[in-house]
């Protein structure tokens, strides 16, 4: 086969030392007895100097070592300015020159022997197969270059992301409820959780009741404020049951209410708030459950749906995934602003 990028090369570089011997005649001619310049040679002389600068590309691509001494050949040209003004100089400068000449000479020759060399080796390479082993090449720096892009890297992260929000509890690796009772993983768990749910909008578990607590009773919220604050571990007080009684949420033999308080037993934390409207006029109760396990968030919810349709009006339930969180007022209005002023500002909607 034939390499067209090495056969130029081969051209210019053979061209070049034909070129680099003129240029050393026309040197000579200045600075050795009888110094000879005149306007003919001048023009060959700078004529010689502009093709050696064309031609230097070749020569320095060519070229796996020794680049210095390649790179000094222009040098060489662009100190020798004129043949008038060479014919000036010392003896010693004009052997400097020469010597440095005679070494860029020396590679020179072997670059071009070295590319003959090649051309010899890629006459005999079967031209399909030198096509298909670029090709080859060609397919791996393709891959490497895709691996250590920035797209596989944005590829990798979002593979890594599905598998540990769906893959992982899909498969049944792990679920977030039980990271979140893992202690020293709370910051990253915690910070996820939190990201997720408030920032993306997934439906991700509340971590602990303070991002709850943060919305239903320290958020700043004009009209509706709440004045009452009862933390109980255990929250089987007086206002659940009675609120659960009032719900009617359950069947004609009453089992669900049972179901309904043992559930709401289980909540991890227990906040109590009563709220006033401004003035005084209106109030409303609200009981948050945090859950410690989503599912029995879900068992209650369940438990909700089938008889929710017979709940009175001054009775509200909404869940936000582990939280359950029950409202009552004897005004609909004012328990419709609780719910939009301070309920609906919990994430996810």
Not at 9 to 31: G, H, I, Q, S, Y
Not at 206 to 222: E, I, N, R, T, W
Not at 237 to 245: A, E, G, I, S
Not at 288 to 315: G, H, K, V
Request: with cysteine.
């Amino acid at each position: 086969m034939i390499d067209p990028n090495l056969e130029r090369r081969f051209a210019e570089c053979t061209e070049l030392v034909d070129a680099w011997k003129l240029f050393m005649e026309l040197v000579n001619r200045a600075v050795k007895p009888p110094k000879t310049t005149n306007a003919q040679l001048e023009q060959q002389f700078l004529n010689t100097k502009a093709r050696i600068a064309i031609l230097h590309d070749s020569f320095m691509e060519s070229l796996k070592d020794d680049k210095q001494v390649g790179a000094n050949m222009l040098e060489i040209v662009n100190r020798a300015i004129t043949l008038r003004m060479l014919a000036k100089i010392t003896d010693p400068e004009a052997k400097k020159m020469e010597q440095e000449w005679h070494e860029v000479f020396m590679l020179l020759n072997g670059t071009v022997s070295d590319l003959n060399e090649e051309r010899a080796r890629v006459a005999t390479i079967n031209e399909f197969t030198h096509n298909m082993g670029k090709m080859k090449s060609a397919g791996f720096l393709h891959v490497k270059a895709f691996f250590t892009s920035i797209w596989f890297k944005i590829i990798a992260f979002v593979a890594v992301f599905v598998m540990v929000v769906w893959g992982g509890p899909a498969m049944g690796l792990y679920k977030w409820d039980s990271l979140r009772r893992v202690s020293w993983l709370k910051p990253v768990v915690k910070t996820y959780l939190n990201v997720g749910r408030d920032t993306l909008g997934f439906k991700f578990a509340y971590y602990d009741m303070d991002a709850v607590m943060k919305v239903m009773k320290d958020a700043a919220v004009p009209g509706t404020f709440a004045v009452e604050v009862r933390t109980d571990k255990n929250p089987n007080d007086t206002t659940t049951p009675t609120m659960l009684d009032g719900m009617m949420l359950f069947g004609s033999d009453r089992k669900e209410l049972q179901t309904e308080k043992d559930l709401l037993l289980k909540a991890k934390y227990y906040e109590y708030i009563r709220y006033n409207a401004d003035g005084g006029v209106n109030t409303a109760y609200a009981s948050i459950f945090f859950m410690d396990r989503t599912e029995d968030a879900n068992s209650f919810m369940s438990l909700f749906n089938q008889y929710s349709s017979q709940m009175p009006d001054q009775y509200m339930v909404v869940r936000k995934v582990n939280v359950i969180i029950l409202l009552y007022s004897t005004s609909k209005s004012y328990l419709d602003e609780v719910r939009f002023k301070r309920v609906d500002l919990l994430q996810p909607k």
